[in-house]
């Protein structure tokens, strides 16, 4: 199976300080075990750089630099696909904005949902799962 990845779950998956972190981690190592894969959008990157570089989220932030590499890191690795959010995600993501009266804060997770699914991923590993759970063809899979 082909599980998308959400910025929480990985941010979870590379803090230390993260209270889901071993958890995370545990449920990672199962999946790659298993011989499942992983999706990841570049939104993906962009919001995992700007939270775990955060001082007010962590005492011990990541550098700009390390959080970079981190990002490359999971970018390049052998388990992971790329999902991009083509024309299709993106009207998609304008219909679901619309038919679920989604507001502001709705934004990026509804074009993430909108971006896997059109990448055929069925299942979004997450730390929220009440951000899918509106999102028939999405499963949530929590640590």
Sequence with gaps: MNYGLDTGFLVAIEVPEHPEHHAARSKLAALIAHGDRLSL???????????????RRFTQPLSIDDARNLALQWWSAAEVDHAFPNAAAAQLFLNWHRVHGLGRNRLLDTLLAATYHESGVTHVLTLNPTDFEIFDDLTSVVP
């Design 41 to 55: 959008a570049p939104q993906v990157l962009a919001e995992f750089i700007h939270v775990v570089t955060d001082p």
